[in-house]
């Protein structure tokens, strides 16, 4: 039988889309934000910087991974193993991504409890999953998977065991896989901009971009989900 951690890890995985909601919600309800006068402008500009770079780790992950292996699914798949491009500089970048763009959200919000917070919930719960997955991989491809991992780090980069990608970049991949992840980072930086207004200064300001930006937002997320279902017969982009 599996160690606890690793069945935990598992389970984590199934669920890794909802896990981290209370835990927003509690950093919503109990830590106010903050306002950095003129060093705000600044503070916003990192927000942005970090969300986007994690955003562009998981576009590299996903768009040169190879067909069969996990992307957005609630199981464990791993047909092939991802071992060029990215994943030879790191063994984990979408948790890396997820990280960066979480901590890119909770800058935005500004107060640097709920980001620590939020961080360390984020290190438990990968570091679990990781373990679920790490025995997957070992299980479904033994020695050739242990042997990545004797070579590439979890979390630390390795420049040196840089290996260009085996597959080339799949654009229709990323636009079908990556849309729930984009719409849902842009909804909750727009959601906590005006419920940062709101709380800081008694009243949204600006009330009519936001709503403007968050109708452009939902009617580009609802014609890609259009779109994919529309892809019915073509070669799916898994």
């Given at each position: 039988m599996k160690h606890w951690t690793i069945r935990l890890g598992r389970w984590l995985f199934r669920h890794?889309?909802?896990?981290?909601?209370?835990?927003?919600?509690?950093?919503?309800?109990?830590?106010?934000?903050?306002?950095?006068?003129?060093?705000?402008?600044?503070?916003?500009?990192?927000?942005?910087?970090?969300?986007?770079?994690?955003?562009?780790?998981?576009?590299l992950a996903v768009g040169f991974s190879h067909t069969g292996t996990s992307g957005r699914e609630s199981y464990l798949r791993a047909d092939a193993l991802n071992v060029t491009g990215i994943y030879s500089l790191v063994r984990n970048p979408l948790y890396i991504g997820n990280t960066l763009i979480h901590g890119?959200?909770?800058v935005f919000w500004g107060n640097p409890w709920a980001l620590l917070l939020m961080l360390g919930f984020l290190w438990i719960q990968y570091a679990l999953i990781v373990l679920g997955e790490e025995s997957f991989l070992s299980d479904r491809h033994g020695e050739a998977y242990r042997q990545y991992?004797?070579?590439v780090r979890r979390i630390l980069p390795c420049p040196g065991n840089y290996r260009p990608p085996e597959s080339p970049f799949k654009l229709r991949k990323v636009l079908l896989k990556e849309n729930d992840s984009v719409f849902n980072m842009l909804a909750m930086m727009l959601l906590l901009a005006a419920l940062r207004q709101q709380?800081?200064?008694?009243?949204?300001?600006?009330?009519?971009?936001?709503?403007?930006?968050?109708?452009?937002?939902?009617?580009?997320?609802?014609?890609?989900?259009?779109?994919?279902?529309?892809?019915?017969?073509?070669?799916?982009?898994?």
């Amino acid at each position: 039988m599996k160690h606890w951690t690793i069945r935990l890890g598992r389970w984590l995985f199934r669920h890794r889309s909802l896990t981290p909601l209370p835990m927003i919600l509690m950093v919503l309800i109990c830590f106010a934000p903050r306002h950095y006068g003129s060093r705000q402008f600044w503070v916003t500009a990192a927000a942005v910087t970090l969300a986007a770079l994690g955003e562009g780790v998981r576009i590299l992950a996903v768009g040169f991974s190879h067909t069969g292996t996990s992307g957005r699914e609630s199981y464990l798949r791993a047909d092939a193993l991802n071992v060029t491009g990215i994943y030879s500089l790191v063994r984990n970048p979408l948790y890396i991504g997820n990280t960066l763009i979480h901590g890119g959200v909770l800058v935005f919000w500004g107060n640097p409890w709920a980001l620590l917070l939020m961080l360390g919930f984020l290190w438990i719960q990968y570091a679990l999953i990781v373990l679920g997955e790490e025995s997957f991989l070992s299980d479904r491809h033994g020695e050739a998977y242990r042997q990545y991992q004797r070579t590439v780090r979890r979390i630390l980069p390795c420049p040196g065991n840089y290996r260009p990608p085996e597959s080339p970049f799949k654009l229709r991949k990323v636009l079908l896989k990556e849309n729930d992840s984009v719409f849902n980072m842009l909804a909750m930086m727009l959601l906590l901009a005006a419920l940062r207004q709101q709380l800081l200064q008694g009243k949204v300001s600006n009330w009519p971009l936001l709503a403007a930006a968050g109708g452009l937002l939902v009617a580009l997320y609802v014609g890609i989900k259009v779109w994919k279902k529309s892809s019915v017969g073509v070669p799916p982009a898994s």
